[in-house]
């Protein structure tokens, strides 16, 4: 029995012995387990929102002076600021518009209405300060009920574009609401928040009479109070605001990391980068989040767009940014998705190099950005590393040949210069990343066949798939999701976690769109191995 004891003690001994070393060394991506830990998807989080300019009346002293009428007044409407709220009436048919702020295409725009009697319209207003140019959005009103929103372009003087989008079934006009325009730098989403639930109106594109993001544009625009009433009609306005926001969705999750592609942790916080979603692909926008790697408290620090030395600011996105000791500069790749809010003019996605010596993570940010000079529109998702044993930046990405697939490249440069040293995998690839399990790098992507692949780093070779519980998709979802693994140091809950996104959509949305998704949190930790030794019974 003394025997038989000591051996059973040998072997638990053997086996901590063998789950320790898996933990601090050993471990391989096919040992971890990812749990899920925490799910939220951020639509239009006001608590999340970076203030740009507003309109706020019980702050106001002298609305004249602080919010000017702009434009042509008709009807002498009364205008006043009564119970910290901003009130117009009509007595005969009346239009005024007041400046509220500045301009910037990639903002979101709320107008908050308590209260309106009567019939007519009232909205947000973006006009030429310098020539007769304007966009709007405002809510039709018939007898004190909305009823739709319409959408008007005027371009020199002459009207182009007038639509009316009708409140869809079920979409209840309870006041107070919000008009919402989420701007999308070559078109808008038009929002109708009611009883705390945003809900899609209309989705109009303006690339055809106006390029906003060209800078000498965008800056003669301002942002306006918008209201035209029948007699005896009037509104009270709660607040107008323009913010930076998260948006109605979130994907494209990518660490902010060093050279080496050790992740980022500054603040106590986690920086990464992900995509703010619009709609089509000329419509998203580049986001910078934080985290604090211990809990799931995800928040919005800004937006970075990028410049190519044209005259324009490009909403690119899928980014890999990494801070660089050396020359003191943020660095990184994008892929120019804003091409195709202009290929009519022969602009083509490609990927980018970008850098700044400004810290381009909170507020609102611009980067430098040029080709790296791969074949353009073949290629997405790119993340880099400096691999210091090879003396070469290493990238993998998603390159296209009938579906994307995942590729590995190097150069002595990190801007440029890049050639293949790995063909692409066979299977569909998404969200391509390096990361580091254990002592070893690896290469990991999603799939449309509802799995995560890794594979060896460099040379792409079978090495298994991540172990998901719960995984971000079902039956009904897509499954091409961002794996996004980050070591973290000791002293958090999990030596790694993964942050994921879903693929589905807003609700409402024309295909094809891609407003997908919500996040979640995975805690992943080293699997039981299986039993070296059998037990002598």
């Not at 942050?499 to 995975?522: C, E, H, I, S």
Request: proline share 7%; glycine share 8%; charged share 25%.
């Amino acid at each position: 029995m003394i025997v038989r004891s000591i051996s059973h003690f040998a072997h638990l001994v053997l086996s901590v012995i063998v789950v320790s070393g898996l933990a601090q060394a050993e471990v391989t991506p096919e040992h971890l387990e990812f749990r899920r830990q925490a799910t939220q998807r951020m639509i239009f989080d006001r608590d999340q929102e970076i203030p740009l300019a507003g309109l706020h009346p019980a702050k106001v002293v002298e609305l004249d002076l602080m919010h000017p009428p702009v434009g042509t007044t008709a009807g002498d409407p009364t205008v006043e600021i009564h119970a910290g709220k901003l009130q117009i009436r009509a007595t005969q048919a009346a239009r005024v518009d007041r400046w509220v702020g500045g301009f910037n295409p990639f903002a979101s725009y709320d107008l908050s209405l308590d209260k309106i009697v009567g019939s007519g319209e009232v909205g947000i207003l973006f006009r030429d300060s310098e020539q007769e140019n304007r966009l709007s959005a405002s809510l039709l009103v018939s007898s004190g009920t909305c009823s739709a929103i319409r959408w008007v372009v005027v371009k020199d003087g002459k009207e182009v574009v007038r639509k009316d989008f009708p409140l869809p079934e079920g979409v209840e006009p309870v006041l107070p609401m919000r008009l919402r325009v989420q701007m999308l730098a070559v078109g808008v989403n038009l929002f109708l928040e009611t009883r705390g639930q945003s809900h899609l109106i209309g989705y109009p594109d303006f690339f055809d009479h106006f390029e906003l993001r060209q800078k000498s544009t965008m800056q003669k625009f301002e942002f306006c109070l918008h209201t035209d009433l029948h007699a005896g009609a009037s509104v009270v306005i709660n607040e107008m605001t323009a913010t930076l926001s998260p948006g109605c969705g979130q994907a494209d999750i990518r660490a902010i990391t060093r050279p080496n592609g050790e992740p980022l942790i500054d603040e106590g916080r986690l920086w990464f980068t992900m995509t703010v979603r619009g709609r089509g692909l000329p419509h998203p926008l580049q986001g910078v989040f934080s985290m604090n790697p211990s809990v799931f408290d995800v928040k919005f620090e800004g937006i970075i767009v990028f410049d190519m030395g044209d005259g324009m600011l490009r909403n690119d996105l899928a980014s890999h940014l990494f801070y660089d000791d050396a020359s003191k500069e943020w660095r990184g790749w994008t892929v120019g998705f804003s091409a195709y809010g202009n290929d009519a003019k022969g602009a083509q996605k490609a990927v980018l190099a970008v850098s700044s010596k400004r810290d381009p993570r909170k507020g609102f940010s611009i980067m430098r950005a040029k080709p790296v000079g791969l074949p353009p529109g073949m290629h997405e998702d790119p993340h880099g590393i400096y691999d210091a044993e090879a003396g070469k930046w290493r990238m993998l990405l998603a390159e296209h040949d009938g579906k994307f697939r995942a590729s590995m490249w190097e150069s002595a440069a990190w801007d440029h210069g890049y050639s293949r040293i790995s063909d692409p995998v066979e299977m569909d690839s998404t969200g391509t990343s390096i990361a580091k399990v254990g002592s070893k790098r690896y290469a990991m992507f999603g799939s449309a066949d509802r799995k995560v692949y890794v594979r060896s780093y460099p040379g792409l070779e079978p090495a298994g798939e991540l172990n998901i519980h719960l995984p971000p998709w079902n039956e009904d979802h897509g499954t091409r999701i961002w794996p996004n693994v980050i070591p973290l140091p000791d002293g958090y809950p999990a030596p790694y976690i993964a942050l994921m996104m879903d693929r589905v959509n807003f609700p409402g949305m024309p295909k094809q769109n891609w407003t997908y998704g919500a996040l979640y949190l995975y805690h992943g930790h080293p699997s039981q191995p299986q039993e070296l030794l059998e037990r002598d019974d």
